[in-house]
Nanobody, 115 residues
Framework: QVQLVESGGGLVQPGESLRLSCAAS????????MSWYRQTPGKQREWVAS???????NYKDSLKGRFIISRDNAKNTMDLQMISLKPEDTAVYSC?????????WGQGTQVTVSS
């Protein structure tokens, strides 16, 4: 069973940065695409960004320039660097990984942006 574990969430002030990490229990070479999603209470889960095996990245338009997704195949991790954080970025951030036969979710990490 594949496990994805997120870390790096916390409470930050507006304008500050945070780096989230998603650690996989197996080689991320098995995942043809990995993504970050976020969700706030009462709202649908929202796609944030994706990165495929070749390193090609895609972002939600409104987050381009502030969020950067990356993957480290040697460490079996995927990161999300977030800069200039805003209160509306407050959410539970979860990572997702797809193989050709299944997909997996982490448990999520809370990010709170508040003064």
């Amino acid at each position: 069973q594949v496990q994805l574990v997120e870390s790096g969430g916390g409470l930050v002030q507006p304008g500050e940065s945070l780096r989230l990490s998603c650690a996989a229990s197996q080689s991320i070479f098995n995942f043809y695409i990995m993504s970050w999603y976020r969700q706030t209470p009462g709202k649908q889960r929202e796609w944030v960004a994706s990165i495929d095996k070749s390193g090609t990245t895609n972002y939600k338009d409104s987050l381009k320039g502030r969020f950067i997704i990356s993957r480290d195949n040697a460490k079996n991790t995927m990161d999300l660097q977030m800069i200039s954080l805003k209160p509306e970025d407050t959410a539970v951030y979860s990572c997702n990984a797809h193989t050709f036969s299944s997909h997996y979710w982490g448990q999520g990490t809370q990010v709170t942006v508040s003064s």
